[in-house]
């Protein structure tokens, strides 16, 4: 029988080599009817009597990235709409039966009596590794950049085909449940140590060895199908096992403050599963798979991590009237904290750049944080030297404006400070090329009075990076009223090269991401200036999924750089744009008391000189709360919405201001930009999922209490009045509802 994406040959010996290779597809996914032939394969190879043994590769460089998350989306819609015609019973069996499927095959594969090996030659995630932990051995070729892993976790799910009963049937179960918390993919070699591969062999290799171990008479039953199985890590009800499950919730509470259903899921299948026989246990899990994928936190997770993040990483912003641009070499001007970064990351790409200072020394200095960051990659064996040297090589420091003039962009990074933006500006255009564009990595100046600086406005765009450059995702791109085609297209294509996550806004005070999070950081003083303990006000906003808390967050920002931005809005606009007791608060810490933050190891919190012990909360920082209130009288639940509410109500504002075109991006930007918890799906999805309504109601409850930042925008308030979504209301055809 012929298969569309599987190739079968079967050798002299009955070895039957499966080779997965969608055509058309530069990975294999399993996606409907790659999940319908593997089932078939496996009955057809169980059946045959000619065959022997099976084999199981990728014609691909990845083996499989794991299941097409697009198709789980549409499972999900089915049982919606089967929820509407046929009633809970019929749409939750679908999904039961569909979650099951996969499963089934996998099982097959372990109980029909025939050796299975996965020959894992590249990446093998999710799904794609749940089949290679059904085969009954695993090899790997030697490719340093191979992952395994199940990483379904992130986006709202767990490995519903089998993942979360065969890994800690095959490791102890703690350091299981900690991979599969944590989503974690790791290289061959260790995977190998931990016991989930069996071989790692050269390249070439690797089906030779695959079929040695089956003519070597590998057996064909897995080790939990044998009578004396014994799990790595103690049964659920054993010494062991009591010393893990008890810590583990606490664990799973700790990390996720019970936030994401996915991640209570993994630990109930586990604590079940394992007092089950297999089959049992794989039931089990297609129960919970099934539970935990109509959730709305699954629904939420995977529209704004998965689908809207691919789209936006495929340019869907992107202008489609002008041809790919490729940067090859570009300046960065101004290497300091944010240049230098940004070169690094540029030059690890494969771009030329020149780094601009004022002076040599600046220059170097600008450069030798490129020559650390190889030094640190090195010395952990996470780049070769050749590969850090040629990074290196590809990075110029100089002062000469001269340098711009081969280059395909430019990014202005110098001080935060009008006039001498200007003055860089006037240097820099004479040597511009033609078709070169010129960014800004401003954060607060507006970029339509920084084109006014510009020659040709149209060449002029904000591309925005978040600290530290490295790990943070997100590129927020401002285009200016007078921002043309040519420059937002080559801004898109160059942050797609650096390989981060680009959002497209319009321009306005704080563009969107500070202006979103900024309210957070003030609901914090706002709180503390209430009277709320300092450890509740961080907490709370950890347990309504932010990874830090307000004042942490400000440390790490600097206290004394907010009291600038405060005291340049009250300069633009007027003294009634600023909280003057926030203003009074950060004068007092910075000015009085000289907390600015991390950067000088006293700020909400105090540090520890480096190496030695954790950061505190400041204990005299009760002294500057007007009153203190008893915390056995706080709502909790209300301080949670509070940090959400408020930044939720400022993302619709965006829309509402024409800053935001697109949830999309809202929803993403505010995941990678700044941290937003992932289980909502991100500002706007927040508001969505909620239901419009009962938002809207919840923001006039809390502006009757707290004040105009939580008055909803018109916009909000007719939404709600017509039960419409931002999705139903704002997206392109392409994206999908709530
Ligand atoms: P920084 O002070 O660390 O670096 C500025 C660099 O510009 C210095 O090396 C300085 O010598 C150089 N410089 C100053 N005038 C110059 C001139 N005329 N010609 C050439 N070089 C000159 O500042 P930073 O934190 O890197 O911030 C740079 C820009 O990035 C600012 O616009 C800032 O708002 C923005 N930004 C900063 C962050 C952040 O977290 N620090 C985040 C996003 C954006």
Same mark, same amino acid.
């Given at each position: ?51 022997k ?7 691909k460089?990845?083996?499989? +990235?794991?299941?097409? &998350?697009?198709?789980? /989306? !549409?499972?999900?819609?089915?049982? %919606? @709409?089967?929820?509407?015609?046929? *009633? =809970? ?27 299975w ?40 799910i ?5 993942g ?11 350091d +299981?449940?900690?991979? &599969?918390?944590?989503? /974690? !993919?790791?290289?061959?070699?260790? %995977? @190998?140590?931990?016991?989930?591969? *069996? =071989? ?57 403050y019970?936030n ?8 109930q ?31 939420a ?8 993040m ?36 540029s ?78 500006y ?67 294509d ?24 900024m ?49 340049a ?17 950060l ?28 950061k ?63 289980f ?50 704002f ?8």
């Open positions: 029988m012929a298969y569309k994406n599987f190739r079968i040959e079967t050798d002299v010996d009955g070895i039957a080599l499966v080779t997965w290779d969608i055509p058309g597809k530069s990975m294999n996914v399993i996606d409907e009817t790659s999940g319908a032939e593997l089932g078939l394969i496996i009955e057809q190879l169980t059946s045959d009597v000619a065959v043994g099976v084999v199981v590769t990728s014609g460089d990845a083996f499989c +990235a794991g299941a097409d &998350l697009t198709m789980l /989306e !549409a499972m999900n819609r089915t049982h %919606a @709409q089967m929820l509407n015609l046929q *009633g =809970e019973e019929a749409a939750n069996k679908y999904l039961f039966n569909e979650a099951r499927k996969l499963s089934q095959s996998f099982r097959n594969i372990e109980v029909g009596g025939k050796p090996v996965a020959a894992i030659n590249g990446t093998a995630l999710g799904g794609g590794f749940e089949l290679a932990l059904a085969c009954h051995h695993r090899i790997a070729s030697d490719n340093a950049k191979t992952r395994v892993g199940l990483p379904e976790v992130k986006i709202g767990f490995p519903g085909a089998g979360t009963q065969r890994l800690p049937r095959l490791m102890p179960t703690m +299981a449940v900690q991979m &599969l918390f944590k989503g /974690e !993919a790791i290289d061959v070699k260790k %995977a @190998q140590a931990r016991g989930i591969i *069996g =071989e790692v062999v050269p390249a070439g290799d690797l089906i030779l060895k695959a079929k040695d171990w089956i003519k070597a008479g590998g057996k064909a039953v897995a080790p939990w199908d044998q009578k004396d199985f014994k799990l790595p890590g103690g049964a659920v009800y054993s010494k062991a096992g009591l010393q893990f499950f008890q810590p583990a919730t606490a664990m799973l509470r700790r990390e996720t019970d994401y259903p996915g991640a209570r899921a993994i630990l299948c586990v604590y079940e599963g394992l007092q089950l026989p297999m089959d049992t246990a794989l039931r089990v899990e297609s129960r919970y798979f099934s539970k935990i994928l109509r959730s709305k936190e699954a629904a997770m995977i529209r704004s991590l998965f689908i809207s691919q789209d936006l990483n495929k340019g869907a912003r992107r202008p489609t009237n002008v041809p790919p641009a490729n940067v090859r070499k570009m300046a960065i001007i101004g290497a300091g904290f944010m240049g230098a970064s940004v070169g690094f990351v030059a690890q790409a494969g771009i030329d750049v020149v780094l601009i200072d004022r002076d040599q020394d600046a220059a170097d200095k600008g450069k030798g944080h490129s020559k650390a960051n190889v030094d640190a990659a090195v010395s952990k064996g996470r780049m070769t030297q050749a590969e850090g040297d040629a990074i290196l090589s590809r990075i110029t420091a100089t002062t000469d404006y001269n340098a711009i003039s081969d280059c395909d962009l430019v990014i202005e990074a110098v001080f935060e400070d009008r006039m001498v933006k200007a003055e860089t006037a240097k820099a255009q004479p040597f511009l090329k033609k078709g070169a564009i010129f960014a800004t990595n401003t954060s607060t100046l507006p970029i339509n009075s920084l084109a006014e600086e510009f020659k040709d406005p149209s060449k002029f765009i904000g591309v925005h990076f978040f600290s530290p450059v490295d790990k943070m995702m997100l590129s927020e791109i401002i285009v200016s009223e007078k921002t043309g085609d040519v420059a937002l297209a080559t801004a898109l160059y942050v797609r090269q650096i390989k981060k996550t680009p959002i497209v806004v319009n321009d306005s005070r704080g563009f969107y991401a500070n202006r979103c999070v309210l957070f950081l003030f609901e914090g003083y706002e709180m503390l200036l209430e009277g709320v303990p300092p450890a509740m006000i961080e907490n709370v906003a950890k347990m309504a999924g932010m990874p830090v808390g307000p004042l942490s967050l400000n440390d790490e920002t600097a206290l004394d750089l907010g009291l600038k931005i405060l005291r809005t009250e300069a633009d606009i007027g003294t009634q744009a600023i909280n003057q007791d926030h203003k009074k608060l004068v007092e810490m910075v000015e009085k008391r000289g907390r600015l933050g991390r950067k000088n190891g006293r700020g909400f919190y105090d540090y520890p000189e480096k190496g030695k012990g954790q505190k909360l400041w204990p005299e920082l009760t002294v500057l709360q007007p009153k203190l209130l008893d915390p056995d009288t706080i709502d909790v639940e209300e301080l949670k919405q509070r940090f959400l509410v408020v930044q939720a109500v400022e993302a619709a504002r965006t829309v509402e201001d024409g800053v935001i075109t697109d949830p999309r991006e809202a929803d993403v930007g505010s995941i990678l930009g700044f941290g937003f918890p992932p909502t799906g991100g500002t706007l999805s927040y508001i969505d999922f909620m239901g419009t309504k009962k938002f809207v109601e919840l923001c006039l409850k809390l502006e009757k209490k707290y004040g105009s930042r939580f008055t909803p925008p018109k916009l909000l308030i007719e939404m709600a009045a017509k039960g419409e979504t931002f999705y139903g209301r997206t392109s055809k392409k994206a999908i509802a709530a």
